[in-house]
């Protein structure tokens, strides 16, 4: 039997490498940009106490909640509107 070498038979390893990467960078971009987006939102500009009060807790949570929520629903919307490959 002979080899099928020369087919084409998926993405190439750099390819998968390639696409795991962006991946990662949208992801480390992603949390960067909630993390800053909820701490400017829920944390006081004056630090009175080391820890986080039970507002400041419940409105992050809250907050990064809704962040994942709608990067997940804008996701959709985007993908939904692209034409299949």
């Known amino acids: ?3 099928n070498s ?3 038979s998926g993405p190439s390893t750099e ?3 390639g696409l795991a990467l ?3 960078e ?3 971009e992603m949390f960067n940009k909630l993390t800053q987006t909820c701490f400017d939102k829920c944390i006081e500009k004056r630090y009175k106490e080391a820890e986080l009060n039970m ?3 419940s409105c992050i949570d809250r907050c990064a909640s809704k962040y994942f929520q ?3 629903l804008v996701g959709q ?3 939904a509107n692209q034409p299949p490959m």
Do not use: R
Request: aromatic share 4%.
């Open 15 to 17: 390819q998968v490498l």
């Open 26 to 28: 949208y992801k480390v």
């Open 6 to 8: 020369g087919a084409a």
């Open 1 to 3: 039997m002979a080899g």
């Open 55 to 57: 507002a400041e807790n």
């Open 22 to 24: 962006t991946e990662m």
């Open 77 to 79: 919307l985007l993908g």
């Open 70 to 72: 709608v990067t997940n």
